[in-house]
Structures are given as structure tokens and as C-alpha cells.
């Protein structure tokens, strides 16, 4: 969205968070669960034309939330069919994948490990997550990547979307011989972050969890015993 139209769209955000307090508020009471007149709201007669048009946008968000509700189990149901489906054809985005490609990568290390007791450092890339494993006597690298990262974080309000931190993460692997051993050298190549956050971003996530520094050893040596490389 441009700037504008954010800005623009916010209150009313803000404004559909106060509803949803205000329809629940008045749905306990209606019921006899709060015995309260709290919720009552009817800001016209308070404020005239503007505490109207208050009155009638919280009218509507009540319309929309009523209608939401009655159509949540079946749009629930609805979505755990499509996000099965997009599992049985491999197109999933969640976390639970990110977890899944890498247990694949270090089944597949073990496997080289078990068949070729030579092998004592196994190296792949592509997930994007630097890291540097230790499986028994034996290692596992991920170079990770050079690219931009955007990572994912909840808004303060709830109703709001989340906002996805951009970050790097320039890892550089070094592996060399160090007596009957290897020696890996690990390094952060500095690289200034673009500030593409707007201020609206910001403030949805003051004080929220930003992306981190992996913590890998600067300095790791294996012993590779005797034969091993």
C-alpha cells in the first residue's frame, strides 16, 4: 500500500479493534453474563453528527464481525482442507517446512557419514540459515546466504499485519587442515541493513523481537583422526 492509504486505513483498523471489544462486551451483557450497561455505547447523543458517523462505523464492524463468526467453522474447515492439499502437492510455506528441509539435509549427512567413515565434515547450502552442527564426532555446515532475509514480526495490535524485518546475515565459512585435523573459521561480513521500515512499521512493532546474529564458533577444529578427511 502507499503511504496515504495507510495512514488512512489505520484508525479504521484501530477503530474495528474497539468494536470487537464493544460487540463482546455487549454480547456478555445481552446474556446476562455481565450485568453491566457499560457497552451500551450511543455516541450521537453525545456528540452529534461526528459522534454518529462513530456510531454507524461501529455498526457496521458489528455487522462484519457477526458475519465472520457465522461463517468461521466452515472458512476454518475450508482451510485446513487447502493447507492439506498444499501438502500432498509440496507447496507449503509454513515454519513446519523450513523444519522438514532441514532434517533432510541432516539425514542426508548421517547417511554419508554411515557409509563413508572418511567423511568428517559435511557441507550444504540453500536454506538460508547459517549454522554449524555437531552429529556424534562429525560436523554439518549450512553456508547459508548472502541475500536479504525478511523476517516476520507480529504486530503490537493484534488486528494489524505483521511486518517483516529485513535483515543479512553474510556468513563466510573457511576450512582448512590443521595437523591430522580441520580447522573451520567462521566470520560475519558487516553489511548495513536499508532502513525500508516506514514509521507506521515501526511503531506496530516497537519493542518487538528483531532478527539476530546466529552464534557459531569463530574457531571450530575437528579431529579427523587417522585416514580421515
Not at 48 to 75: H, M, Q, T
Not at 100 to 106: G, Q, V
Not at 162 to 178: A, E, K
Request: aromatic residues 10%; contains cysteine.
Amino acid at each position: 500500500m502507499g503511504m496515504v492509504l495507510r495512514w488512512l486505513l489505520l484508525p479504521f483498523l484501530l477503530l474495528f479493534g474497539v468494536s470487537l471489544i464493544i460487540y463482546a462486551g455487549q454480547s456478555l451483557e445481552k446474556f446476562g453474563i455481565l450485568r453491566t450497561k457499560i457497552f451500551d455505547i450511543k455516541l450521537s447523543t453525545r456528540f452529534g453528527l461526528a459522534g454518529r458517523l462513530v456510531d454507524w462505523v461501529l455498526w457496521v464492524n458489528g455487522v462484519v464481525i457477526s458475519f465472520v463468526l457465522i461463517l468461521s467453522i466452515p472458512l476454518y474447515l475450508l482451510t485446513c482442507d487447502i493447507r492439506g492439499a498444499l501438502k500432498r502437492y509440496g507447496v507449503d510455506t509454513s515454519e513446519k517446512l523450513k523444519i522438514d528441509k532441514e532434517e533432510k539435509y541432516i539425514a542426508a549427512a548421517k547417511t554419508v557419514f554411515e557409509n563413508d567413515p572418511s567423511v568428517t565434515l559435511y557441507v550444504y547450502g540453500h536454506t538460508h540459515v547459517p549454522s554449524l552442527r555437531k552429529i556424534g564426532s562429525r560436523y554439518v555446515i549450512n553456508t547459508g546466504t548472502w541475500l536479504k532475509q525478511l523476517e516476520r514480526t507480529p504486530a503490537r495490535f493484534r488486528l494489524m499485519p505483521d511486518v517483516y524485518v529485513p535483515s543479512y546475515h553474510l556468513s563466510c565459512f573457511t576450512i582448512g587442515q590443521q595437523g591430522k585435523g580441520i580447522r573451520v573459521s567462521y566470520r560475519t561480513i558487516p553489511k548495513a541493513v536499508p532502513d525500508e521500515l516506514t514509521l507506521l512499521q515501526e511503531l506496530m512493532i516497537i519493542g518487538g523481537r528483531r532478527p539476530g546474529i546466529r552464534q557459531i564458533p569463530e574457531e571450530t577444529i575437528i579431529d579427523g583422526g587417522d585416514g580421515a578427511g
